[in-house]
């Protein structure tokens, strides 16, 4: 198991799309960088299985995607 520092969440509004990258650590031997690549995402955790949107992007919410949990913490 792998102990991560952080990971980035970037959003655009223009479009509504989102993309998530993690911190590299260098010299650690695993794959790193883009966990999410920039596209349309939909909300795992939302009963309609609505695409992420800005509404769910609060400070303390958390969203579930492809099977992993983010928690929006800034």
Do not use: P
């Amino acid at each position: 198991m792998r102990d991560k520092k952080g990971e980035l969440l970037q959003y655009y509004l223009e479009d509504d799309t989102l993309q998530v990258k993690e911190e590299k650590e260098q010299n650690s031997g695993m794959v790193q960088g883009e966990f999410i690549k920039r596209h349309r995402a939909i909300n795992q955790d939302s009963e309609t299985g609505n695409f992420v949107n800005w509404k769910d992007l609060k400070c303390g919410s958390t969203i579930f995607i492809y099977g992993k949990r983010f928690r929006i913490c800034k």
